[in-house]
């Protein structure tokens, strides 16, 4: 069955750095859209960012210039890049892939982008 593991979160200080990691394993269906949500305490699971199998990337307007997702897909592993942290970034971080999102052209964040099918269990990511 389909498996997303992350690590590398963390505790930094705000200007401070991380790089998230996920494997997504056990998937064998070709492409897919893959992404990172994330999630502070009393408010709503926002997407951060989103990528498609070929590297087109999307992001919310919150981290534009300061996150980058990226993919390597000799190894299954998804990342996200985050720089320039602040305390709002804090939240539970998770990855996730749509396996129908790409071929329809919707690999992005958003009410209109992708719909996860499958979902990493989180890893936390405290800016203080």
């Known amino acids: 069955h389909v498996q997303l593991v992350e690590s590398g979160g963390g505790s930094v200080q705000p200007g401070g750095s991380l790089t998230l990691s996920c494997v997504i394993s056990g998937y064998t269906g070709g492409g897919n859209c893959a992404g990172w949500f994330r999630q502070a305490p009393g408010q709503e699971r926002e997407g951060v960012a989103a990528?498609?199998?070929?590297?087109?990337?999307n992001y919310a307007d919150s981290v534009k210039g300061r996150f980058t997702i990226s993919r390597d897909n000799a190894k299954n592993t998804l990342y996200l890049q985050m720089n320039k942290l602040k305390p709002e970034d804090t939240a539970m971080y998770s990855c996730?892939?749509?396996?129908?999102?790409?071929?329809?052209?919707?690999?992005?964040?958003?009410?209109?982008?992708?719909?996860?099918?499958?979902w990493g269990q989180g890893t936390q990511v405290t800016v203080s």
């Open positions: 990528i498609t199998t070929d590297g087109k990337s």
């Open positions: 996730a892939a749509d396996v129908f999102a790409e071929r329809s052209g919707r690999c992005t964040v958003g009410a209109a982008g992708l719909q996860p099918n499958y």
